[in-house]
């Protein structure tokens, strides 16, 4: 079955923020403590959304991706943290684990630079953790490149390291 990419509206952010926290613990479980993914709840992560959505949704794009009905994944962009006019910010793109590995990945990756060329912008980067090697690969693999700057930011009570990556559009 295809999967289809759409923009999301206000009634999907409650099912986002569920897949959003079900990929976090999938993702990182592997290099973060169990306390550490055990907040937010999934509710709490949709609501983290709508807040984000409520401020954002004139500036930022959330795109959602659907197989046979159900949401599957979801990324989100908008302009760069450091005010950059000719660059964009990849957010997030977010799988439900059991879409890994099946294309929808790499189709909201292209979709959302595709995204970001429409916008006028140049230049595209992200933050990504540095213990994520899937991710890292991922984003490797679609043409990103480490800047080299770095960031500590805290999931839960963890701190993690992010690394910034950037590409040419």
Do not use: C, K
């Amino acid at each position: 079955m295809t999967v289809t990419l759409r923009p999301a509206t206000g009634d999907d952010l409650m099912a986002v923020g569920a897949l959003h926290q079900r990929s976090r613990v999938a993702a990182y479980s592997a290099f973060l403590p169990p306390e550490a993914l055990a907040d937010p709840t999934p509710e709490a992560m949709g609501w983290y959304w709508a807040e984000r959505w409520r401020w954002e949704r004139d500036t930022h794009r959330m795109t959602v991706a659907e197989r046979a009905g159900t949401l599957v994944g979801f990324s989100h962009l908008g302009p760069d943290d450091e005010d950059d006019p000719s660059t964009g910010l990849l957010n997030a793109i977010h799988l439900d684990p059991d879409e890994q590995g099946r294309g929808t990945g790499r189709a909201m990756m292209v979709d959302a630079l595709d995204a970001m060329r429409a916008r006028g912008w140049r230049h595209a980067v992200l933050w990504v953790l540095r213990d994520n090697a899937h991710a890292r690969a991922f984003y490797e693999r679609g043409g990103w490149t480490p800047t080299g700057a770095e960031r500590e930011e805290h999931i839960g009570t963890a701190p993690t390291l992010q690394l910034r990556y950037s590409r040419p559009l």
